[in-house]
């Protein structure tokens, strides 16, 4: 009867050790499961940042390109002036009323010529102060944004302008157009650089995932109007919390059309509610200056 008692007091020990080591081992791979999802978010947001660079690095290449094709094309023009000046005065054009008309025509084709590599050069200058405004918009903004979590808020350059983009975690609960108080916090920071930036226009896109709203949400109809009045509710609170200038300010909905990320899996669709605030440098000296070439 004891040898009974003790075997099954051995047997009932083996299994609660059995039983412990199998809740460790979940526990274990739950934390391992948690932290491969984290590490593929911080994948995809690299391989955002990386397209982002690659993106900016052709575009700049294309202006270098365009401007270097001009500039060819000026010194081929100088070229063919100087090689008509040589020639006629190689073929003997003796006579005073030719020889007069022809450097007077070489004159014109000079300042010409002169005129339009100040052009080119003005152009470039102003290209290049461009480019020194939008990578000093954006470390203004970037350090005003250090307290909040890159998940949450990036700042990066693309196409000569510079972008915002909040996640909906940090602005808004889900299918509501009220932004909360932490986001607010951020739109005040950022309405504080808007103010002093005053030759930059401000455009607010809001964007959604491609999951209908809930049917009979007041006030909305379909994932446009989810997406335009959040982005007319940051707009509000862009121009009153610090005064930005409304004029300078535009609020849209893109809905769920322009995604990060095509796939439907709940991270992916999580990455494209958001709301991207694009900043843009006024172009005002640049496109007078095409307008006169």
Not at 126 to 151: G, Y
Request: aromatic share 4%; charged share 30%; net charge positive.
């Amino acid at each position: 009867m004891k040898k009974n008692l003790l075997q099954a007091s051995v047997y009932l020990l083996a299994g609660t050790m059995a039983l412990s080591s199998c809740v460790v081992s979940k526990k274990k791979y739950e934390d391992l499961l948690s932290r491969k999802n984290e590490l593929e978010v911080d994948k995809s947001g690299l391989e955002q940042q990386k397209q982002t660079l690659e993106q900016e690095k052709a575009a700049l290449e294309a202006e270098k390109a365009n401007l270097e094709t001009m500039k060819a094309e000026l010194e081929k023009q100088k070229a063919e002036y100087q090689a008509s000046l040589q020639k006629a005065l190689t073929e003997g054009k003796t006579l005073g009323d030719n020889l007069n008309m022809s450097k007077s025509q070489i004159e014109r084709l000079n300042a010409d010529l002169k005129a339009r590599e100040a052009r080119l050069a003005e152009l470039q200058r102003i290209l290049d102060e461009k480019d020194k405004a939008v990578k000093n918009l954006r470390s203004k903004v970037s350090n005003a944004l250090l307290s909040f979590n890159d998940k949450d808020l990036t700042v990066n350059i693309r196409n000569g302008k510079v972008y915002v983009s909040l996640a909906e975690q940090l602005l808004f609960n889900s299918g509501s157009t009220k932004v909360d108080p932490k986001g607010v916090d951020a739109l005040k920071k950022l309405a504080a650089v808007l103010k002093e930036q005053k030759d930059v226009n401000v455009v607010v896109e809001g964007h959604t995932d491609d999951v209908p709203i809930a049917k009979g949400t007041v006030g909305m109809q379909d994932n446009w109007d989810l997406s335009v009045l959040r982005a007319t509710e940051i707009t509000r609170i862009l121009t009153t919390s610090t005064g930005v200038d409304p004029t300078r300010v535009t609020p849209s909905g893109r809905s769920k059309y322009v995604p990060l990320d095509q796939a439907t899996t709940k991270e992916a669709r999580q990455k494209n509610r958001r709301t991207e605030i694009i900043l843009t440098p006024k172009l005002d000296e640049l496109f007078q200056i095409l307008e006169n070439a």
